[in-house]
């Protein structure tokens, strides 16, 4: 059986970035999931902030230069997407938002969305909800129920009675993601032919 | 095989002198690239049509008749005429007359804008965009073919027995392209009537409209029009060039930094690769002008963008002139090496009345039979 393409997003900025670390601690836990199912995996991990410029660029010239191109062809062909965002300001960052914004609006549609971010304090935590599942939901992706925050405190705390800790986080959302693939198997690889709706058809339904 | 030039019309200040030219000056300066083009041996001009500032021509068959007059070679063309804010009874009559008043040297390309806010200038509803690009165009279609016209549709008032005048010149009526950027539908269109269809091939990587002209090509086959490689097609292109290449890249490269579409992003040698723009010697803009029959089969014809992004007048006549002297005559040659015997030539009205009559003929002899 073909491996799952996954693709991890990851919006951090600085090298070495907790957020590039926190979208690879993600991806290995799912694929050693899907592996306890049977099932192989390959990642292939997307730093923005290699794009940064061609993503600016796409927006001023209404086309991706070829990095990017290919990118997002990476993502919009992956059987699912890990997306990591530090959160600046209260948000999502405006590269990771830019390069959603870059890609087309239908080419997510019902892919499964894992998603996650990185802070400076677990207050921002809800950020996920309020910004980032949202986002994703426009895109009609399927986001998994578990989005997985990580403060810089959680990378030195295993969490406690009341809390998982962030592996506990990680293996939960692993889970899910690696459920869902399972159950439903890789996507097929074919390109998709251009779509024509024959003339008639769009003059006959002008008919008055 | 035909090659000419499109103008945009853009009021656009020269930023090497901050000057913005008057609009008056501007309109004067596309009939002088329009005679000039006539004048180094180019078969086309093509004017944009927009109605909001900084743009002027908002009057193609005012201006197109005016090039008419003095001009004896040239076809006047269009790029784009809206399809979709224009009443098409009115795009009937006007292009009729013109196609008079120029002895036939007149062909228009079909587009939608893209401006989204000039749809409600003209009491039209943007959302409709592509229905109202093919009911007009059906429309128009049948106005220049058929003499009395009885018609019902979403978009418009009936008309009962009417009949557009005047009747296009020698019952041929004018030739039509189809211009799109991003749309299957459009290609879709063309095919069906067996219409050109132009892609702008400026702004994007020619992946995308190697996509699009291959749509084009098959679905025109489908209809039985001809072969796919019969199909007619028109691609544009833009070029800045000096004997010298390195002239040209320091001399155009402010103009790019700020032109109005994609100044401020990319280099200009990330753009020049990554998009049919060519800054440079003239045999560098054949190279690649001879590349495009490459990615999209051999053609029917090229238009060049050379008169936007501020660009002074003087130089555009100079690159005219390097443009008629020393890239055409070698792409004619060139373009016609190879070209097998069964893909059409440019249209032009004495050759689309020629096809008429032989048709004609033919059917008699049917007849006959």
């Known amino acids: 059986m073909t491996a799952f393409k996954l693709a991890a997003v990851s919006a951090g900025l600085s090298k070495p970035s907790s957020t590039r670390l926190l979208a690879d601690r993600l991806a290995e836990a799912t694929v050693r999931r899907l592996g306890e199912e049977g099932r192989e995996a390959e990642v292939a991990v997307i730093e923005l902030r290699d794009l940064a410029v061609d993503i600016a660029n796409n927006f001023v010239t209404g086309f991706p230069a070829a990095a990017l191109r290919e990118a997002i062809g990476t993502v919009t062909e ?42 400076g304090t677990a207050r921002h935590s809800l950020a996920l909800e309020h910004a980032v599942r949202p986002l994703f939901s426009y895109l009609r992706a399927v986001v998994l129920p578990t989005a997985v925050y990580a403060a810089t405190d959680d990378w030195g705390t295993a969490g406690d009675a009341l809390t998982d800790g962030l592996p506990g986080r990680i293996e939960r959302a692993a889970g899910e993601l690696a459920g869902l693939l399972a159950g439903h198997g890789p996507v097929a690889e074919a390109a998709v032919p251009e779509q024509v709706v024959p003339f008639a058809e769009q003059l006959a339904a002008l008919r008055v | 095989m035909q090659f000419g030039i499109f103008s945009v019309g853009d009021v656009t200040p020269d930023p090497t002198t901050g000057r913005t030219p008057t609009e008056h000056e501007r309109i004067k300066a596309m009939v002088a690239i329009a005679r000039k083009a006539e004048e180094v041996g180019l078969d086309v001009f093509a004017t944009g049509e927009h109605h909001n500032p900084p743009f002027v021509p908002s009057s193609p068959t005012t201006m197109l008749g005016y090039i008419a007059a003095q001009t004896d070679r040239l076809i006047l063309s269009t790029s784009t005429t809206l399809i979709t804010t224009n009443d098409p009874v009115k795009i009937a009559e006007d292009f009729a007359m013109l196609q008079h008043l120029a002895d036939g040297r007149v062909d228009l390309m079909m587009g939608r804008g893209n401006t989204g806010p000039v749809y409600p200038w003209f009491g039209k509803d943007i959302r409709q965009g592509i229905p109202l690009a093919i009911e007009n165009y059906a ?14 549709g979403r978009f418009r008032t009936p008309l009962q027995s009417f009949t557009s005048t005047p009747r296009p010149l020698d019952d041929v009526p004018p030739f039509v392209w189809h211009g799109s950027i991003r749309s299957p539908e459009i290609a879709e269109q063309a095919a069906y009537y067996g219409d050109g269809f132009f892609a702008n091939n400026i702004f994007w990587p020619k992946e995308h409209f190697q996509k699009l002209i291959g749509l084009y090509r098959e679905r025109f086959a489908h209809y039985g029009h001809g072969t796919p490689e019969q199909a007619i097609v028109g691609l544009g292109g833009q070029v800045f060039m000096r004997k010298n290449s390195q002239d040209a890249v320091r001399e155009f490269r402010p103009y790019f930094d700020n032109a109005p579409v994609y100044g401020h992003g990319p280099s200009l040698e ?52 390097l443009l008629g002297e020393e890239v055409v005559p070698v792409l004619r040659q060139e373009f016609a090496k190879g070209r097998p015997a069964g893909v059409p030539e440019g249209p032009t009205h004495a050759a689309l009345v020629a096809a008429r009559d032989a048709a004609g003929t033919n059917e008699k002899e049917e007849v006959a039979k």
């Open chain 1, 78 to 119: 992956a059987d699912a997407v890990i997306a990591v965002t530090p959160i600046f300001t209260a948000s999502y960052s405006g590269l990771f938002k830019s390069f959603f914004d870059v890609i087309d609006h239908d080419a997510l549609t019902g892919k499964p969305v894992l998603i996650a971010a990185t802070g």
């Open chain 2, 139 to 152: 429309l128009l279609h049948q106005l220049w073919r058929e003499e009395v016209v009885d018609w019902q």
């Open chain 2, 270 to 321: 990330e753009f020049t690769e990554q998009t049919p723009l060519t800054v440079g010697s003239p045999q560098e803009v054949i190279e690649k002008t001879l590349g495009f029959r490459e990615t999209f089969g051999d053609y029917q014809r090229q238009l060049f963008l050379m008169d936007h992004a501020g660009l002074p007048l003087k130089t555009v006549l100079e690159q005219l002139d």
